[in-house]
Nanobody, 125 residues
Framework: QVQLVESGGGSVQAGGSLRLSCAAS????????MGWFRQAPGKEREGVAG???????SYADSVKGRFTISKDNAKNTLYLQMNSLKPEDTAMYYC???????????????????WGQGTQVTVSS
């Protein structure tokens, strides 16, 4: 059974940094496509960053140059390094996984089969 557990969220001031982690189990982690999504109150869930089994990455325009997605296959862990945080980055952040994903849909909600419970990120001005 696939399990995804996020951690690392918290409250920071604008300009600060956080690193989110997603511990994965129950599947062939290294071959999967992985992604980070976020959802703010009253808004739709949006793709933030995605990475596939060949380490190809995609980022939402709003986070390019500030966020970095990476994975450690030995630890079955996905990361999201978030720098220069802004109040508009405030949201619940979710980790997601899929056996495969089309490279042009790495940020598409519908591409992913498995989801974690989320970790809250709050950025104050």
């Amino acid at each position: 059974q696939v399990q995804l557990v996020e951690s690392g969220g918290g409250s920071v001031q604008a300009g600060g940094s956080l690193r989110l982690s997603c511990a994965a189990s129950g599947y062939a982690y290294s071959s999967y496509c992985m992604g980070w999504f976020r959802q703010a109150p009253g808004k739709e869930r949006e793709g933030v960053a995605g990475i596939d089994n060949d380490d190809g990455t995609s980022y939402a325009d709003s986070v390019k140059g500030r966020f970095t997605i990476s994975k450690d296959n030995a630890k079955n862990t996905l990361y999201l390094q978030m720098n220069s945080l802004k109040p508009e980055d405030t949201a619940m952040y979710y980790c997601a996984a899929a056996p495969t994903c089309r490279w042009y849909l790495r940020l598409s909600y519908s591409e992913y089969n498995y989801w974690g419970q989320g970790t809250q990120v709050t950025v104050s001005s």
